[in-house]
């Protein structure tokens, strides 16, 4: 399988600098940020890998560090940035309107991958930006999202490994409190980050499928609006 290149990009989220790895693959027709999980970052192997085959599905990608390295190291102290989910879904809808000006990527249709609480900050996010299109968590924390849950409207899929119970049980209470198009998909024998044979590969294929059927076409009219 071959891959489009990465091209190491930069961005303004308030006062930070965030560094992303952005792939864009010939006619591609949306984009996909990747919000990460728990003390991760844009080299995650099991996002990237993730992000890799939905490039070969014709989705271009965009992987980025929620937090700055100053702020990893303190969060590598005190582990308390990265359940700071108001400060990891203003620094995605920051990646956001980077994506909405840049001259490759505004016209494409939007969705979000998020990871553990980064899905967390994925759908807190698409609860305040209307041009996303699609939502999938990997292992996620939907709980952590709280009332921003029912204000999503974009289709959602939410994934779980069959032998991660404490984060199935959540998953399950999050259906009930989406306000759009749902589904939870269980992945049998999988542990919370996917690591068992085959488990990974069943998410990617997951995911480009949700993609495929819910971004298609442009944005939105109107998608160059604030929100």
Do not use: C
Not at 89 to 117: C, K, M, N, Q
Not at 118 to 128: E, S, T, W, Y
Not at 148 to 173: F, Q, S, Y
Request: charged share 20%; hydrophobic share 50%; proline share 5%.
């Amino acid at each position: 399988m071959s891959y489009t290149p990465l091209r190491a990009v930069s961005f303004e989220a308030g006062a930070a600098k965030l560094e992303g790895l952005l792939r864009i693959p010939a006619s591609a027709r949306a984009v996909v940020l990747f919000a990460h999980g728990s003390g991760s970052s844009r080299l995650s192997p099991r996002n990237t890998f993730v992000a890799e085959r939905l490039s070969a599905s014709g989705l271009a990608t965009l992987l980025f560090d929620l937090l700055t390295a100053r702020e990893e190291e303190i969060d590598e102290l005190t582990a308390e940035l990265r359940f700071d989910i108001p400060l990891l879904t203003e620094r995605l809808i920051a990646a956001t309107e980077w994506v909405l000006r840049h001259p490759d990527l505004r016209d494409l249709s939007i969705g979000y991958f998020g990871a553990s609480t980064g899905a967390a900050a994925a759908l807190a996010a698409a609860a305040r930006v209307p041009q996303v299109g699609a939502v999938v968590s990997r292992g996620g924390r939907p709980d952590l999202a709280g009332a921003a849950l029912i204000v999503v409207r974009a289709p959602t899929l939410l994934i779980v490994g069959g032998n991660d119970p404490e984060v199935l049980a959540l998953n399950r209470a999050a259906l009930g409190q989406l306000g759009g198009e749902t589904r939870l998909e269980i992945v049998p024998g999988a542990t919370h980050l996917f690591v068992e044979r085959g488990t990974l590969e069943r998410v990617a294929t997951l995911a480009a499928g949700w993609f495929e059927t819910h971004l298609r076409g442009r944005a939105a009219p109107g998608h160059d609006r604030p929100f």
